[in-house]
């Protein structure tokens, strides 16, 4: 005796299974996903009475530095369209790094970029993974995002461009490429 365990299905449940996969298909390719690229610069003061990024925790008795190990920064940095201050603002990143390695080579960083020029207006990105800090060019994932950035997945690069040790000032460009609906 042989067992079916496929039900009969009418001509009239086969029509409306196939209209209802056509439906879902057409739905779906109504949503394509879209690849956006971005570059910017992060303008890091990183000292004195201007700075938007400081330390605020770390190992009582030790120095909180960048590469000392727990030491943990909150980031406000204006976000520039080109790498010179002055340039067109775009938003802030903000954020927290932490020296995540014993050997300080490497800062687990949190950051959200909030967008406020006109494009994006009230979307931001989300930002996390691994800073190894000496490395030319950093790669991090962009893990989420609001408004425009809705459902977003993707990379960013970030890459010193300065630093400038008398002025406590550095510039970072960010390069980011997402994919969204």
Not at 74 to 97: F, M
Not at 112 to 124: E, Q, R
Not at 163 to 176: E, H, K, M
Request: charged share 15%.
């Amino acid at each position: 005796m042989a067992l079916t365990f496929i039900p009969n299905l009418s001509a009239l449940s086969t029509m409306f299974l196939m209209v209802l996969a056509v439906i879902t298909s057409l739905v779906l390719a109504s949503h394509e996903v879209k690849e956006t690229q971005l570059s910017f610069y992060f303008q890091d003061i990183f000292a004195g009475p201007n700075a938007t990024d400081i330390p605020f925790a770390g190992i009582s008795g030790k120095a909180w530095t960048f590469t000392q190990f727990t030491t943990l920064y909150a980031i406000d940095d204006p976000v520039t369209e080109g790498s010179h201050p002055n340039s067109a603002s775009v938003g802030r990143v903000q954020g927290t790094s932490m020296a995540s390695a014993l050997d300080g080579l490497n800062a687990h960083v949190l950051f959200s970029i909030v967008f406020t020029n006109k494009k994006y207006n009230g979307s931001t990105l989300q930002i996390q993974g691994i800073d190894k800090q000496f490395e030319p060019v950093r790669e991090l994932s962009v893990v989420s995002g609001t408004g425009k950035f809705r459902f977003v997945r993707g990379y960013t690069t970030f890459e010193t461009i300065s630093v400038d040790l008398p002025s406590s000032y550095a510039v970072i460009r960010c390069n980011i490429t997402v994919k969204h609906y």
